[in-house]
């Protein structure tokens, strides 16, 4: 627990330690008002029952004189008085505390779910390529939370029962020691074998409580990724299915783990009363030869007994539930470090700027190899795009492009090479503004659930939106018709994934997405593969029109739409086999030829 703390404690920004701290301060002086409040209560009880005895001590006399009590009913009226504010000091802190530590606990989750979602929005994409939608998903959404609240939250409890336990033993131990040490012993004998019994399987449903929770967001971005394809097919229940035995996975772990920290609170329950009963007879027994039964005395342990209980019981719950969730932590704990050690929300700071107006992009001898894979995608690449003219790139699946792509983009760094823009050498610290220099259209448009105009200014809020420029690529894009035919215009919702748009439509939207933050290249993925010969004309007419101003870069299945390319390049596996223009390739290269036939 002590190295958990460190670890937690390292993952704390100041302004949080600083909160984590007070809170502990909070909880000591919870503890000790507490403390101060029940052991007063048998003084009190012995003066009300024996006034001769407060009359022969010094201490209550010297009590009597500066309250300048009238009488001993008067003094016992303000030490009542007295008492009842200090059990209402106690509980004002308790709930002062009690609310710090909630609030603290949720604030902190929310705080770590923003820090990973910024931490992943601003990782490489290589990164992505590595983790999977659903798993970055559940760690923001799932882990975080789980480690807010069954994690951070449990531990700020158990440091204020161990500090409220530590000082009601010490307050038993000043009276009777063997008791108080007797009493420590046996429960926490108990405690110990049920911890120690239990442990392993709080553990282990943890860590299955992380997968069964990765595997349930598979499952539903699965469902409603391709809905469409399971409404037609009708296999619905396959995938009802798979969702139905993991949610009974996860309630069996669940079940388990609560299961096990609040079944020990009737076995100590039975402890606790019994110990009562047995010292009431021992009490009992002793008045047959003594004055009496130390009734006091009796009614304090009494009350220390059901002060002790819930807390010892509530300190062994939250050890458990600690136990049982501590998996989260490690599942996101590399990832809290390191944004920490980045200053993501300011990239700019330290990247180098290319200077001047774009006009050459050079590769030299580039290579580059996906992580966790043998071969190079990219192979030796030696090539170059001029400012203001289109290129084609061409080759069957598999040959590169995609990553020429990427690497052109600035997603992705070569492993050997150097790639140039205005002579100046891209690395990891100018991406940002290599990245504002271009703009992008790819096969598999994403929208957002919003409006056209949010959808094209992406990143940007309605108000922020420059109208002028959004009307300039409306018109460049030939989104005009579609816009003066919705009653909405501009402000028309496109639904989720822009499920309420034709094809054609969806890649004009993308191509006035590219063409908002008027970037001096632009890149075409694929973009008319999926379209028909009617819709794919009206784009080209679009890319036709923005050619004169911009640099055009097409990637291209149909061999079609890069005719009218000022260059070609021909990739396989990664290398560069040809270039040059449309008729020249025709007519020197005869798989460029094969592929003109079929396409």
């Known amino acids: 627990m002590i190295n958990l703390l460190k670890e937690l404690f390292l993952i704390l920004n100041k302004k949080e330690r600083k909160s984590f701290l007070i809170i502990q301060l909070l909880i000591v002086v919870m503890a000790l008002l507490e403390m101060v409040s029940i052991m007063s209560i048998g003084p009190f009880l012995s003066l009300i029952t024996n006034k001769s005895d407060g009359l022969n001590n010094s201490l209550i006399m ?3 004189e500066i309250t300048h009590s009238e009488s001993w009913n008067d003094f016992i009226l303000k030490c009542g008085l007295i008492i009842l504010s200090l059990f209402f000091t106690s509980m004002a802190i308790s709930i002062v505390t009690t609310w710090k530590m909630s609030t603290f606990g949720s604030k902190l989750g929310a705080n770590i779910g923003t820090r990973l979602y910024n931490h992943y929005l601003h990782s490489n994409w290589n990164f992505h390529l590595l983790h999977s939608n659903s798993y970055l998903s559940k760690q923001i959404a799932t882990e975080s939370t789980r480690l807010s609240h069954a994690v ?3 531990i700020l409890q158990v440091n204020s029962k161990l500090i409220i336990l530590l000082i009601l033993f010490l307050a038993v131990f000043i009276k009777n020691p063997i008791g108080a040490i007797l009493f420590v012993l046996v429960f926490l004998s108990i405690y110990f074998f ?10 282990t449903n943890g860590r299955r409580v992380t997968t069964i929770m990765e595997e ?6 699965d469902g409603f990724g391709i809905i469409k394809e399971i409404i037609l097919l009708g296999c619905q229940s396959k995938f009802i299915k798979d969702f139905q035995v993991n949610g009974e996975n996860l309630a069996k772990a669940q079940a388990e783990n609560q299961a096990i920290s609040l079944i020990p609170k009737y076995i100590i329950e039975f402890f606790a009363y019994s110990g009562i009963i047995i010292y009431s007879l021992y009490l009992f027994n002793l008045s047959s030869t003594e004055s009496g039964v130390d009734l006091a005395n009796l009614i304090v342990y009494i009350f220390l007994g059901f002060k002790a209980l819930p807390n010892i019981q509530q300190l062994y719950g939250n050890i458990s539930v600690v136990k049982g969730n501590i998996s989260s932590f490690y599942s996101i704990s590399k990832d809290l470090k ?6 993501l929300c300011d990239t700019s700071q330290d990247e180098k700027k290319v200077t001047g107006s774009f006009n050459i992009i050079c590769f030299d001898s580039v290579n580059y190899r996906y992580p966790n894979k043998d071969k190079f995608a990219i192979n030796k690449l030696s090539l170059r795009f001029e400012r203001n003219k289109t290129y084609g790139i061409v080759g069957h699946s598999g040959s590169g492009k995609s990553t020429l792509i990427d690497l052109i983009l600035g997603l992705i760094i070569p492993d050997d090479g150097i790639i140039t823009m205005n ?5 990891v610290k100018g991406s940002h503004d290599w990245m504002k220099r271009i703009g992008l259209v790819q096969q598999d448009i994403k929208l957002i659930n919003a409006t056209l105009a949010e959808n094209i200014a992406l990143g940007h809020s309605f108000d922020e939106i420059n109208m002028e420029r959004l009307n300039d690529v409306i018109k460049l894009s030939n989104l005009n018709d579609m816009i003066d035919n919705h009653d909405d215009g501009i402000n028309m919702i496109v639904g989720e994934r822009g499920i309420n748009l034709s094809g054609g439509q969806k890649q004009r939207i993308s191509i006035a997405r590219a ?3 008027d970037p001096e290249i632009l890149v075409f993925d694929e973009a008319t593969s999926a379209l028909d010969g009617l819709s794919e004309k009206k784009i080209m007419a679009s890319i036709n029109k923005i050619s004169k101003s911009k640099t055009i870069i097409m990637v291209a299945h149909r061999l079609k739409t890069v005719e009218n390319c000022d260059m070609i390049y021909m990739l396989e596996h990664g290398f560069l086999v040809d270039s040059g223009t449309f008729k020249t390739l025709q007519k020197n290269n005869n798989k460029f030829s094969k592929m003109v036939e079929n396409s």
């Open 423 to 427: 002579n100046q050498r891209h690395d």
């Open 62 to 64: 010297y009590f009597y």
């Open 152 to 154: 951070i939250a449990p």
């Open 216 to 221: 349930r967001f598979k499952l539903l971005n």
């Open 338 to 343: 390191e944004s920490q050690n980045k200053m």
């Open 515 to 517: 063409l908002y933050n």
């Open 194 to 203: 049920i911890f120690k019994m239990s442990k392993n399987i709080l553990s």
